[in-house]
């Protein structure tokens, strides 16, 4: 039995259906191999009756804790909230769907004392239960968001991972408001580890994370954590500069030495005109992109809003025996 001092951090948004079955796996993994652990469940303004269930078994269980925010903030805000308030020496983040095995936890835990690493970050080998498109974009996204990165980013990783103190204590220190974590987390250093697993299905109940959500997540990703876009940019506009130079050359070639064979009509104008519009659109949407990061970080916002705790202290308890 492990003796750290170890905090789960679950965030949830109406997980009703799903919630029971979570709170029942994760007790049994950490009261048969812990003997002190928190599991700090992060409710993300729940719509449904997720928070009242999670009152209900924090009333009969004072290793389950509740953070409630006053809205959905998002699970980002509900992931750095829990690393901000845990008290674990590690801490494991782990969404409440259960297509992360909790079962996985002492073996994390193990890993990280074998090799005396900070992060131990889970691989997914397979991803059970979805779609042929998700798996897809999900592939070209961790690689995308991988050659952008100023820091080699681990493929195929979520936000299952163990992290401990030190590197709790780095994270708490960044001051950005929207954050991408596995990137933040990959940031900081520190020794970082594998460890691969098999990916399942939702237990139950569906997806908090449809299209829209999964494309705010990358444009976040993409231009909030890495400034490559602007430079990307700045040679695209280079590009469109040179091609405009080499078209001019041609067009006077035309008409100095072969005069016959120039085309009059609109269509190489159009076709000019497209190319420099989208140019330049792409380019400004990018800045404004940009702009509205450092708007947001001006504003200085909190990243979330608790509404309510439950069971929340500081002091560690000790798992009961099975």
Same mark, same amino acid.
């Given at each position: ?51 009242? @269930?999670? /009152? ?19 699970? /980002? ?5 829990? @690393?901000? /308030? ?14 992360? *095995? *909790? ?35 999900? +592939? ?12 080699? $980013?681990? $493929? ?11 590197? @709790? ?18 940031? &900081?250093?520190?020794?970082?580890? *594998? ?27 993409? =231009?909030?954590?890495?400034?490559? #876009?602007?430079? @990307? ?15 001019? =050359?041609?067009? $006077? ?8 064979? =120039? &085309? ?15 140019? /330049? ?5 990018? =800045? ?10 001006? +504003?200085?916002? #909190? ?20």
């Amino acid at each position: 039995m492990y003796t750290t001092y170890t905090s789960v951090i679950i965030p949830c948004y109406n997980e009703q259906e799903v919630i029971r079955e979570s709170y029942r796996r994760l007790t049994h993994v950490m009261r048969v191999n812990f003997e002190a652990y928190e599991l700090l469940f992060i409710n993300d303004g729940s719509k449904d009756k997720t928070l009242s @269930i999670l /009152q209900e078994l924090a009333q009969q269980d004072p290793h389950l804790k509740v953070l409630s925010f006053s809205r959905n903030f998002g699970h /980002q805000p509900a992931v750095s909230a829990g @690393i901000s /308030q845990c008290a674990g020496d590690v801490a494991i983040i782990i969404d409440a769907d259960l297509q992360d *095995p *909790p079962e996985l936890i002492p073996d994390m835990v193990r890993l990280y004392q074998d090799k005396n690493c900070n992060v131990v970050y889970a691989v997914r080998k397979n991803r059970q239960g979805e779609t042929t498109f998700k798996k897809l974009t999900a +592939k070209l996204f961790y690689r995308t968001i991988d050659y952008l990165s100023e820091v080699s $980013l681990p $493929l195929d990783t979520g936000d299952f991972r163990l992290i401990d103190r030190k590197v @709790i204590n780095a994270f708490n220190q960044l001051p950005e408001r929207n954050k991408y974590i596995r990137g933040l987390i990959s940031w &900081v250093g520190f020794r970082q580890e *594998p460890i691969s697993y098999e990916r399942n299905e939702r237990f139950a109940g569906e997806t908090k994370y449809p299209l829209r959500k999964m494309l705010r997540f990358a444009r976040t990703s993409l =231009l909030y954590f890495s400034n490559k #876009p602007l430079r @990307i940019a700045s040679s695209l506009g280079v590009a469109a500069v040179v091609i405009g130079l080499l078209l001019s =050359l041609w067009v $006077l070639y035309v008409m100095v030495f072969k005069p016959s064979e =120039l &085309v009059h009509g609109w269509s190489s104008t159009l076709i000019i005109v497209v190319f420099f519009g989208g140019v /330049q659109m792409m380019t400004i949407g990018i =800045l404004g992109e940009y702009l509205s990061s450092i708007f947001n970080e001006i +504003k200085g916002r #909190p990243e979330f809003i608790i509404d309510d705790t439950v069971n929340i202290s500081s002091k560690p308890l000790v798992s009961e025996p099975t």
